[in-house]
Every structure is written in C-alpha cells, then in structure tokens.
C-alpha cells in the first residue's frame, strides 16, 4: 500500500520482493543500499551492522539509532569499505551539506540547526492531547494515518534534541550544558539571534548546535519563522569576507561580521535518492556522524514511581533533552528509555540515570557506554 501510494503500478509491486526480516534483506545480492527508517534505535543499530556486514552502504533515516552509537557505525563502515550516511531531506544531513560548503569556502561556522514549533509547555505534552497543538482532532489525524506518539516527539522537544545531538556528532558542533534554547527567531534575525552572548546574542560561545522557534514566548507566531528549514551563521575571518557579506546581500547583524544563510523547507523522504545515490555512485555520505559531542537525556514529563514501564520518545513518560557528553554522565539516553522499568521514584523534571532502570545485559548499552568514554 506505501508503494502504491508513491504511484508505484501494480506490476512494478509484484515483481518486487517483501521481506520481514531486515538483516535478510541486506544480505541480498540484488540489494546494494539499505534504507534504515525504523525509527527504533535498537533495531536500527542491528540492521545498520548486518548491512555493513554484508558489504552494503547504509542510509540511516534512524537518526535515533545514529545519535547512540553513529560514530561506532560509521567506523566499521569505513572499515568495510562501504557508506555509512545521514539521509538527506532530514535536517542533520542538510545542516551538515551547508555547513561544510561554509568551512570549505573559509568561513567560521558560529551556528547551525533548523527551526520548529516549541514552547516551554511542549515538554510534557503526550499523545493524548498532541493533536490539538497541531490544529487536529484526533478522527482527522487517525484518517490521515498519523501516528500520536511519533508526532508528539516533535512537539515535546525529543526530535529536536535528537536532531541537532546528531548535527553535532556530525560536524563537531557543541550543545549547550542547559540543552537547547529554543530561543524564537526568524530568519531575517539569525545572524543577530545566534551569535555569542558576549556580543548580544543568546549562544554560549561559537560553534552551537541550536534549534529556533516559530512561536514567540508568549504564543504569537514569529515574523518570517523558519519552522520547517534549516539554518548555518558564519563569521567573516576577515575585513574583506565582511564587506563582501554586505555587497552581496547576505542578511547580517549589526556589526556585519556575522552572516546566516537558511533553507526554508525540507522534504524528508521525498529527497532521499540524493542520499542513495550519493553512496551508490560516488561512494560519499550526505552527512556522517564523527564522534560524540553530545547526547540525548531522558527528562521525566511527570513523577515516576518504582515498578513503572518507560515509553520512550514521544510518550507518556519522558522527553529527551539534548547534553553535553563531558555533563551527561550516567544519564539514561532517550534511546534506551523504552520498555524498561523504573527501579525507583523519579521527580518530574530530573534527568534520569542508568541508576534508575533495569538493564540487564545488553550490547547497545555496552557499544554506547564505550563511546562516552571515549
């Protein structure tokens, strides 16, 4: 049915082959690029090493799985001889395309990161009252094949954090030690908005991962939002970059020596052959996780008692907050939130820890625990 949604005719889907297990699937000799769109991180970590197993380029859609353990993949890719790629039409593959085209033309990258619909109020939203922060009843949603809890992962801040984790894994990027800001900006104020605090902007210091918002604080939509694109501020390295920002048209701030360039859209899926072929043909990623520069942390939305089963990402229990690696210690990520049960209370707000579940033995644990320690 997804097939024939996309136009594919009837005699294109019964000549293809359905398979339910995916490790199957990569082992094919007719199959050279798996796609990984689970969005389930275990899962995701399994298929992305049985395809570089078998010697086939991986494009991870699962940016999940890529925030676990995305550095350790892309390693024994490399070592196999085979792509390890972001998907391009995501945000984090084309952040990361714009802001290599900035370093590759000498320009210091400041910041970079997409934008999206965040209030403070958003974090503890859950799947039973999503739809009405999208403007949906519930029947519109479910006729539309809308699934509650992967968009409220949207809504409550998880996928942003995850999303701009992955930017920084990506292209050696920081997350702030408070995690993301959100701080409301539209486009033609980037250049002013995300520059170091030090010099009137909101950003710690150069070099920020940082998602903005459409929505003012107080509710009121932001002037020419960048909901659904994506962003890079540059500073000039020198007098001669700056006054080229300003003969050209470059939006700057007030002292001209930061510049922003954006894209106001992203198309998801429907630009992921750029990433599938960019791996097949060129044998370049759109985009790779590098190392670890940040984490997701699971958040309790509300307190949780001993003997509780977590939900993960976009449910009832907990949101994911994105970290520093060197400050989020023995927090629990969001990717491994699910399914697991409480060990003890948890006050709403505070950062969960290994400390606080059950996990028994487990290899996904051991291969992230080994990343942060670097």
Request: proline fraction near 5%.
């Amino acid at each position: 049915s997804a097939c024939a949604a996309v136009g594919w005719d009837e005699d294109r889907i019964a000549a293809t082959a359905y398979l339910e297990d995916g490790a199957a699937l990569a082992a094919r000799d007719d199959v050279d690029v798996v796609i990984e769109a689970t969005g389930n991180p275990r899962v995701g970590i399994t298929h992305a090493r049985a395809a570089i197993a078998a010697g086939k380029h991986i494009v991870m859609v699962n940016v999940e799985a890529d925030v676990l353990a995305g550095p350790a993949l892309a390693s024994e890719a490399r070592a196999a001889g085979v792509v390890y790629s972001m998907a391009y039409g995501d945000q984090p593959a084309l952040v990361s395309e714009m802001v290599d085209w900035a370093r590759a033309t000498g320009f210091h990258v400041t910041a970079a990161g997409k934008g999206t619909k965040y209030l403070p109020a958003y974090h503890e939203v859950t799947p039973d009252d999503v739809w009405s922060h999208y403007g949906l009843t519930a029947q519109e949603a479910a006729a539309a094949g809308m699934n509650p809890q992967m968009f409220n992962s949207f809504l409550d801040g998880t996928k942003s954090a995850i999303e701009m984790v992955a930017i920084a894994n990506a292209c050696g990027l920081d997350v702030a030690e408070a995690g993301l800001a959100f701080p409301p900006c539209g486009v033609d104020d980037l250049a002013h908005v995300l520059r170091p605090r030090e010099l009137g902007g909101q950003l710690d210091r150069r070099g920020m991962a940082e998602t903005v918002s459409s929505l003012e604080r107080d509710g009121r939509p932001v002037f020419r939002d960048l909901r659904w694109g994506v962003y890079v501020v540059l500073e000039a390295p020198n007098d001669y970059a700056a006054a080229c920002f300003k003969q050209y048209g470059l939006p700057t701030d007030s002292t001209g020596r930061f510049a922003s360039m954006y894209k106001p859209f992203h198309l998801i899926g429907l630009e992921l052959s750029v990433s599938v072929l960019s791996a097949a043909l060129r044998h370049e990623p759109t985009g790779q996780s590098r190392e670890m520069r940040g984490t997701v942390a699971a958040v309790a939305k509300r307190d949780l008692k001993a003997g509780e089963v977590l939900d993960g990402e976009g449910g009832y229990t907990v949101w994911g907050k994105a970290q520093p690696i060197a400050r989020a210690g023995h927090a629990l990520p969001i990717g491994l939130a699910h399914g697991v049960a409480m060990t003890r209370d948890v006050a709403r707000g505070a950062v969960l820890s290994f400390d606080d579940v059950t996990l028994g033995p487990d290899l996904v644990v051991d291969l992230y625990r080994g990343l942060i320690a670097g």
